[in-house]
């Protein structure tokens, strides 16, 4: 039910009074000492500070609420003194603080049950961090109010359909086999970001991120405004065709159903190979900028150690490829950047 309402009282003199309520029950206004929703399903970067301390093993939820409370009110004052008027960050961190001043304990605790850290020993119960995994999966799963992002989950030692323990040829290890580790997770608003966007997409796999190595899949796309949206992402063991296969194959359906045309990556071929197994559609790869001058400096001008090398002054140096080598590899640079594209069928 919506408070926000008006009433109008008829006096004698034949004049009208007009009392006007304008808040509403979908949005917290503490000034006026009205808490109508849970500030953490508001705000989403409110949320996420809460979540930071619970997941770090803060498991007193009235000090948690007391720190978040501190850290957007210094937030608050930082943009009131340091950002332009009109500027919509601004506005961001005063709305963050206000919606944390009706921040209290028991929507602290609330948020730690959603999280599956129920035990007043948080993280530390689990001190395997597979089986700490395992059971917020669990947790999300079972738990109908919430709308998990997770989409795939494969834990590591243990085989389903997915798996296989066949060694292509050529190769030392199963692509896929029972000991990988697989997390894809996409959220509704992203599917319908990556559906809003789905011309061209973006991957990259990123890794030396945790100390088992794992890898980080990204897939991005740009917005009307230019701006880069991260739509899906997955925590793997390995960054090889199947991975970026089931990622795609697990996406909800709008993205799922997006059908990109390009994918820019890097040189390598594995997220080509898996993603065009899902997308039919991908008909171009077009390659990163950063990675092709990356390899041009490595490559064409004397970045990277050759087995040609000459003594200079007594000193061992990698010879540098000749001058009119390196002025058609920038001439060819230049060409390739003036058409804004460089596709690779």
Same mark, same amino acid.
């Given at each position: 039910?919506?408070?926000?309402?008006?009433?109008?009282?008829?006096?004698?003199?034949?004049?009208?009074?007009?009392?006007?309520?304008?808040?509403?029950?979908?949005?917290?206004?503490?000034?006026?000492?009205?808490?109508?929703?849970?500030?953490?399903?508001?705000?989403?970067?409110?949320?996420?500070?809460?979540?930071?301390?619970?997941?770090?093993?803060?498991?007193?939820?009235?000090?948690?609420?007391?720190?978040?409370?501190?850290?957007?009110?210094?937030?608050?004052?930082?943009?009131?003194?340091?950002?332009?008027?009109?500027?919509?960050?601004?506005?961001?961190?005063?709305?963050?603080?206000?919606?944390?001043?009706?921040?209290?304990?028991?929507?602290?605790?609330?948020?730690?049950?959603?999280?599956?850290?129920?035990?007043?020993?948080?993280?530390?119960?689990?001190?395997?961090?597979?089986?700490?995994?395992?059971?917020?999966?669990?947790?999300?799963?079972?738990?109908?109010?919430?709308?998990?992002?997770?989409?795939?989950?494969?834990?590591?030692?243990?085989?389903?359909?997915?798996?296989?323990?066949?060694?292509?040829?050529?190769?030392?290890?199963?692509?896929? @086999?029972? *000991?990988?580790?697989?997390? &894809?997770?996409?959220?509704?608003?992203? %599917?319908?970001? /990556? =559906?809003?966007?789905?011309?061209?997409?973006?991957?990259?796999?990123?890794?030396?991120?945790?100390?088992?190595?794992?890898?980080?899949?990204?897939?991005?796309?740009?917005?009307?405004?230019?701006?880069?949206?991260?739509?899906?992402?997955?925590?793997?063991?390995?960054?090889?065709?199947?991975?970026?296969?089931?990622?795609?194959?697990?996406?909800?359906?709008?993205?799922?159903?997006?059908?990109?045309?390009?994918?820019?990556?890097?040189?390598?071929?594995?997220?080509?190979?898996?993603?065009?197994?899902?997308?039919?559609?991908?008909?171009?790869?077009?390659?990163?900028?950063?990675?092709?001058?990356?390899?041009?400096?490595?490559?064409?001008? @004397?970045? *990277?150690?050759?087995?040609? &090398?000459?003594?200079?002054?007594?000193? %061992?140096?990698? /010879? =540098?490829?000749?001058?009119?080598?390196?002025?058609?590899?920038?001439?060819?640079?230049?060409?390739?950047?003036?058409?804004?594209?460089?596709?690779?069928?």
């Amino acid at each position: 039910m919506c408070p926000a309402r008006h009433t109008i009282q008829l006096q004698k003199d034949g004049s009208v009074i007009v009392h006007f309520f304008g808040f509403h029950n979908h949005d917290v206004q503490s000034f006026y000492g009205v808490n109508f929703v849970n500030p953490l399903t508001v705000s989403r970067r409110l949320c996420n500070l809460v979540d930071r301390k619970l997941l770090s093993g803060v498991t007193n939820a009235g000090k948690i609420a007391i720190a978040v409370r501190e850290e957007t009110r210094v937030s608050r004052n930082r943009a009131l003194t340091e950002m332009q008027i009109d500027n919509p960050i601004r506005f961001e961190h005063i709305r963050t603080h206000e919606l944390a001043l009706s921040l209290d304990t028991v929507k602290v605790i609330n948020r730690r049950n959603v999280l599956g850290l129920r035990s007043s020993d948080g993280l530390r119960m689990h001190p395997d961090d597979h089986k700490s995994v395992w059971k917020l999966v669990a947790q999300w799963e079972q738990d109908s109010a919430v709308d998990t992002p997770v989409r795939y989950y494969k834990p590591a030692g243990k085989a389903n359909a997915d798996t296989c323990e066949t060694v292509p040829k050529g190769k030392d290890k199963p692509d896929f @086999g029972a *000991k990988e580790f697989l997390l &894809v997770m996409q959220s509704k608003e992203q %599917a319908e970001m /990556m =559906r809003e966007n789905s011309r061209l997409i973006f991957v990259d796999g990123t890794h030396g991120l945790t100390g088992y190595g794992y890898h980080l899949l990204s897939i991005v796309v740009v917005d009307r405004h230019g701006k880069g949206l991260v739509v899906a992402e997955a925590i793997s063991s390995r960054d090889n065709h199947r991975t970026w296969e089931l990622l795609a194959t697990h996406l909800r359906q709008p993205g799922l159903s997006s059908n990109p045309e390009v994918m820019m990556a890097d040189d390598t071929n594995a997220a080509w190979n898996g993603l065009r197994r899902v997308w039919k559609s991908l008909k171009y790869k077009l390659l990163c900028h950063w990675h092709i001058m990356k390899n041009v400096r490595l490559h064409c001008c @004397g970045g *990277k150690k050759t087995k040609a &090398v000459r003594s200079v002054c007594g000193h %061992a140096t990698a /010879m =540098r490829p000749p001058c009119e080598r390196r002025v058609k590899c920038a001439a060819l640079i230049d060409a390739i950047f003036l058409k804004k594209c460089y596709y690779v069928t």
